[in-house]
């Protein structure tokens, strides 16, 4: 029998968002959580597995401990933020069973295998990039010498890191995360302030060709290839979702860009159509009228996009291969097609200012999507903007996030300092929603919609309490 497993994606702060942590490595301003897709792959070939969720179901680390008994081998994946973390409760889970094997997976542990396997001797072993078929042979009995991407210790105590594992062409023999969902998880706990709730997220592909400097996941764990597929598994799994979910009011399409390639949407939309519901997804700004028409006409309701910045130097040092031009008229496009749009930006970027982080507000402003993100740009390790500010020595020895779990910026350009650029990213906010504009929106929503106005509510709470808290913080960093 294989080793009773249990998938992890571990407690950390309160409301931590670890699964969007390519951009946003902390608690978010309003709580927000998705899905734990990569754990609920290998999960769905293993039987005797678990995946637990601790963030969205509140299960606190005492209680995780208190799990070890029960499994023969634990995969959790870490983040960069939550890592120290990680190692302790590791650690704790380890002396409530001795026997447990212990793996760490995710961006963090790719990046950095052998800081990782130093920092604890509760790890075993990590598995770089895509984890999948790794630990689901490590559970039917494979040995760690025997399989490719694993880096361990060996019997002498020396750091052994296998060959890479080519990537996963074939992703219709996957499982479906969905089938994994209902047997593990609440989809109820699974909230996202701009998608409509209940939602479920799920997966139609694996890699992004962009070569965006900051973006982790094509960076360490998905990688640039973009693999599909196809488009029947991908609606037989949606036909699937909508009998076994009949509370799901949308579903998510979270991959990293969903709309690279026209032809497969087109392909995609004529499969989903006739389903018959509402659907969301990630978009770049290069997709034209035809094709978000398309979309829209399938059940598309909301496109995130990231816009990133209104400065065009900027765009292209990140190389975000988009243009302020482009990105305007695909708005007018998605707008006029009847889409709407969750716009991130991100305050921090290399190159920035205060001229630059001006422009892009007002870039913000004049796109006009119905509900914005702001993000503080983090340089995780394995990308090309950590390797920069290191090289130029522009990152700060402060960790990402405070006590709390609130993101912290970690670089400084200049006069442009961490606690200026919290301030930017507040006046961001400020600007963008006390607009008329954006005021009725919010405000014709809440008349209407009594749902909406309960939520929008809460929000609105929770987002004035971070609000003060990074208040706090500017006024101590100018105190030192």
């Known amino acids: 029998m294989p080793l009773k497993t249990l998938f992890l994606n571990p407690p950390s702060f309160e409301g931590f968002d670890g699964g969007a942590s390519s951009r946003w490595p902390a608690t978010r301003e309003i709580e927000s959580y998705w899905y734990p897709i990569w754990l609920a792959y290998p999960a769905g070939m293993l039987e005797n597995s678990k995946v637990v969720d601790a963030p969205p179901h509140h299960v606190s680390p005492q209680e995780t401990i208190a799990m070890a008994p029960d499994f023969e081998f634990l995969v959790l994946f870490t983040s960069t933020p939550g890592f120290e973390n990680d190692c302790r409760l590791a650690r704790e889970m380890k002396q409530a069973n001795p026997s447990l ?3 760490f997976v995710g961006p963090h542990v790719t990046a950095l295998p052998d800081e990782s396997l130093e920092a604890s001797d509760a790890i075993d072993f990590i598995v770089r990039k895509e984890f999948d078929y790794q630990v689901v042979d490590f559970a039917k009995g494979k040995p760690l010498s025997e399989l490719a991407s694993i880096s361990y210790r060996n ?6 890191h296998n060959p890479d594992a080519p990537q996963i062409e074939d992703l219709d023999e996957l499982p479906w995360a969905a089938k994994i969902y209902k047997r ?6 699974y909230n996202v302030p701009f998608l409509k709730h209940p939602y479920i997220a799920l997966y139609t592909e694996r890699g992004c060709p ?3 400097t900051f973006c982790l996941w094509p960076q360490t764990l998905s990688g640039h290839r973009w693999r599909t597929r196809s488009a029947d598994d991908v609606a037989a799994e949606v036909a699937w979702t909508l009998q076994n979910f009949p509370e799901v009011k949308e579903i998510f399409f979270d991959d990293d860009t969903f709309n690279i390639r026209k032809s497969r949407v087109i392909e995609l939309c004529e499969k989903l159509k006739p389903l018959n519901f509402t659907w969301s997804c ?3 700004v290069n997709v034209d009228y035809e ?3 398309a979309m829209k006409d399938a059940g598309c309701r909301l496109l995130i996009v990231g816009y990133e910045s209104g400065d065009p130097q900027i765009l292209k040092n990140i190389k975000k291969g988009a243009t302020v031009e482009r990105a305007i008229k695909f708005t007018e496009d998605a707008h006029r097609a009847g889409l709407v749009i969750h716009g991130d930006f991100i305050v921090g970027l290399p190159g920035e200012t205060r001229e630059t982080i001006q422009r892009t507000m007002e870039f913000a402003k004049r796109l006009d999507t119905e509900t914005i993100q702001v993000s503080v740009g983090h340089p995780y390790p394995g990308t090309e903007f950590y390797d920069y500010v290191q090289q130029n020595q522009l990152i700060t020895p402060d960790k990402m996030t405070d ?9 400084q350009y200049g006069e442009l300092d961490q606690a200026e650029i919290m301030e930017w990213v507040e006046r961001f906010y400020d600007e963008y929603y006390f607009r008329p504009k954006a005021v ?3 405000v014709r929503k809440a008349v209407f919609n009594n749902q909406e106005r309960k939520r929008l509510y809460k929000e609105a709470r929770e987002y004035l309490a971070l609000r003060s808290k990074r208040k706090k913080y500017v006024r101590e960093q100018r105190a030192a």
Request: aromatic letters at 2%.
């Open 101 to 103: 094997q212990v793996c």
């Open 155 to 160: 019997e002498a105590g020396e750091l052994v």
């Open 184 to 189: 593990d998880l609440d989809v109820s706990r």
């Open 210 to 212: 962009a070569l965006c």
């Open 282 to 284: 990630t978009s770049r």
């Open 291 to 293: 094709t978000l028409k």
């Open 403 to 411: 006590e709390k779990g609130h993101q912290l910026p970690t670089v």
């Open 440 to 442: 009725w929106r919010i």
